[in-house]
């Protein structure tokens, strides 16, 4: 049976014959060209697929000599050259009959590796090979919610991989198919710990710990980073302060990088949570983001690291609208940030929503590199129970036009750089990852992290292509199947978003575990973790006017994007309810009224998850029968919840609209 650890680096024996024997004339020896750990890794991780796949061992040898029909690893800057390639950027090509990959750097030849095993995996041919792929963002990383304690915030896959109180003596051996797992996809870069940071990791005793995992990673071309608590001073340095523009604080964190850069030389920089949800920060000394930044970066002074500066803020103001809190705080430090900052922006406004618009801040910064977070751990996606490939969120967040510069402004060109011409650029994906035996809780959980991993190299890939890459090297290869299984991933996003917050409904959930409905929820300890604060549901309609009658949060965006969500009549009525308060009965542009169209998303978005398994069950003798059952049995689970769901809401919902649940939907008397 599959257990599922393998993700989609399985190497299964190729069934069909003459594709093997293909393969295997193809790949008769390897040759490493170079001592270095990243080379040796890649010839050992194309040493191990080869075996798998063409079932039998493929040896590494010195130099080709004239012969053929091998693999020729090599380092080369100046091949490069002529393609501009950058840093991580591979060629993949045939050249008097070996396979050669080359790159100007050996973390680009890893890729390359790994570019070429993909194409075995998905049993692509291997005459004539012409790959060549460069990526379009610098700094491709997961965010790790993980404590020191073992535990992970909105982790639904088990603890946390990292095993402190072992490190650094024991070395999981889980670390390196995780490296592995990373560099197939081209992240080149962790933090180890949540943004919620304790001060413990930047002891020396912690020090030593993360420098073994930054060990296990280097060879794979990952750098580790940590979140920092930034009154790390004062609870690990014993000074009164944590005042930025104190001398004896900065003095502080200039000596703690110094440290922890003689314990991992080639550290990766912080990441901080300031200011946030009770997390301490600079505004605690009358100071701002920007004040806090730039002294970590002059900590960093000539060391080769960055800091990541969450603009994830908001404040509990009844009469507020949380949407515009984080531009109220960084507009006006855009120009303010040192060159070694990036401000790192979630996707959305609020908070990882199951869709949201974009971040107003993408493209409203341009003089600061932003760092685009997204969420790859479903805390308001149904944790690891329901089934949610999360490309299309992604991919409709990157090709959203900012119309920053004008029109194709997009957030992923905001992002790699090329609106403002930044040099610098990051993307981060928060890790869905824990010691969950097949790693994600949920098995088709594995594809977001691959799909996170794919995009963050290149934004311009197709939600549907990864998807079924994705399902070739982890589930079957017999084109049908995969085309069953591709297919009802691409929908399952829009499916979960029909039965739990259609129309632009946002925040609806569960208080504090972020799970099932409670659109009902109107007291808490903030006014900004209630429903009814986002719902405005009364007798007339329903939905946050984010208009200039309402919070006027819309203005926020570029006047073309205002004018395409201003007007009820002519937005997407995917985002109606994000900006317009909507009477019940106000026709749509579907052809129903607000609230008929209301019960009908809720209603055929839960019919639709029968179909997902009904779709499912359909590729059951392709599937392992094991990794089958339990999706299977998770999407009887999510099938039960999405009626919870529907029925919480559409009855809640009806109490102010007191209509009738339209014909179709009405049950049986
Ligand atoms: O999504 C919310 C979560 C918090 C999280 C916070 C953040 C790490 O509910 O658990 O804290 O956002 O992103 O900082």
Not at 402 to 423: F, Y
Not at 521 to 547: C, I, K, M, N
Not at 603 to 629: C, F
Request: hydrophobic content about 40%.
């Amino acid at each position: 049976a599959d257990d599922g650890y393998r993700l989609w680096l399985k190497y299964d024996v190729v069934a069909d014959a003459a594709l093997r024997k293909e393969y295997q004339r193809a790949a008769q020896f390897i040759v490493a060209g170079g001592e270095s750990a990243t080379l040796k890794t890649a010839a050992e991780e194309l040493q191990q697929g080869l075996q798998g796949m063409l079932g039998k061992a493929v040896p590494m040898v010195g130099e080709e000599k004239g012969r053929k029909g091998g693999i020729i690893l090599r380092t080369d800057a100046a091949a490069a050259k002529n393609a501009p390639l950058g840093p991580e950027g591979y060629r993949v090509f045939t050249d008097k009959q070996n396979i050669v990959i080359t790159g100007r750097t050996d973390a680009a030849v890893l890729y390359g590796s790994f570019a070429l095993l993909r194409q075995l995996q998905t049993r692509q041919p291997l005459t004539n090979l012409a790959l060549t792929s460069t990526p379009k963002i610098q700094h491709r990383l997961l965010n790790h919610w993980d404590n020191p304690n073992g535990t992970v915030e909105r982790g639904y896959a088990g603890s946390s991989i990292w095993k402190w109180y072992e490190l650094p003596e024991v070395i999981d051996p889980r670390y390196r198919d995780y490296a592995r797992a990373n560099a197939s996809v081209g992240i080149n870069g962790v933090v180890l710990n949540n943004v919620n940071a304790s001060a413990r990791y930047l002891t020396a005793e912690y020090l030593q710990k993360v420098a073994a995992v930054a060990g296990v990673l280097r060879p794979y071309g990952i750098r580790v980073y940590l979140s920092v608590f930034w009154a790390a001073p004062k609870t690990i340095g014993g000074l009164p302060t944590a005042d930025p523009l104190d001398q004896k604080v900065r003095q502080w964190w200039t000596s703690k990088t110094d440290e922890i850069y003689r314990a991992i030389p080639d550290f990766g920089g912080f990441l901080v949570k300031a200011n946030s949800e009770g997390e301490p920060g600079p505004q605690d000394y009358g100071r701002h983001h920007a004040d806090g930044a730039n002294m970590l970066a002059a900590a960093l002074g000539q060391h080769d690291g960055l800091v990541m500066w969450r603009a994830f803020v908001y404040k509990a103001d009844a009469k507020g609208d949380r949407f515009k809190a984080a531009s109220q705080e960084f507009l006006p430090l855009d120009g303010k940030f040192a060159p070694k900052v990036l401000v790192q922006v979630k996707n959305g406004p609020i908070d990882f929503q199951a869709r949201e618009p974009f971040h107003p801040l993408f493209g409203a910064m341009p003089r600061t590199p932003l760092v685009l977070e997204v969420q790859l751990t479903q805390e308001y996606l149904g944790f690891a129970t329901h089934a949610v490939y999360l490309a299309p969120l992604i991919k409709e967040c990157l090709d959203a036009d900012t119309h920053a510069k004008g029109p194709a402004s997009t957030v992923a060109r905001v992002v790699d750089g090329s609106v403002d011409q930044h040099a610098v650029s990051g993307i981060a994906g928060v890790a869905n990852i824990g010691a969950d035996r097949n790693w994600t809780g949920h098995p088709l959980g594995q594809a977001n992290w691959y799909a996170y991993g794919r995009l963050a190299w290149d934004h311009t890939l197709t939600s549907q292509a990864i998807a079924e890459e994705w399902t070739r090297q982890t589930l079957t290869t017999e084109p049908r199947a995969v085309a069953t299984v591709a297919g009802l991933m691409q929908q399952t996003r829009s499916i979960y978003v029909r039965y739990t917050t259609p129309l632009g409904l946002h925040h609806i959930m569960g208080q504090s575990i972020h799970y099932g409905p409670e659109p009902w929820l109107a007291q808490s300890d903030r006014p900004d973790w209630t429903s009814v604060y986002y719902h405005r549901a009364d007798s007339e309609g329903l939905g946050f006017d984010r208009t200039a009658t309402g919070s006027n949060a819309l203005k926020l965006y570029q006047p073309a994007v205002q004018q395409l969500w201003g007007n009820p009549q002519t937005i997407a009525p995917d985002y109606l309810l994000w900006f317009h308060h909507v009477p019940w009965s106000q026709p749509l542009s579907t052809g129903r009224t607000l609230w008929d169209e209301l019960c009908t998303r809720y209603y055929t978005g839960a019919d639709s998850v029968q179909w997902l398994q009904q779709q499912w069950a359909s590729v059951r003798p392709q599937l392992d029968a094991a990794l089958h059952a339990d999706v299977a049995a998770r999407l009887q689970t999510q099938h039960k919840e999405a009626l919870w769901w529907r029925d919480a809401c559409v009855l809640y919902f009806q109490t102010w609209s007191r209509r009738p649940i339209p014909a179709p939907f009405t049950p049986p008397q």
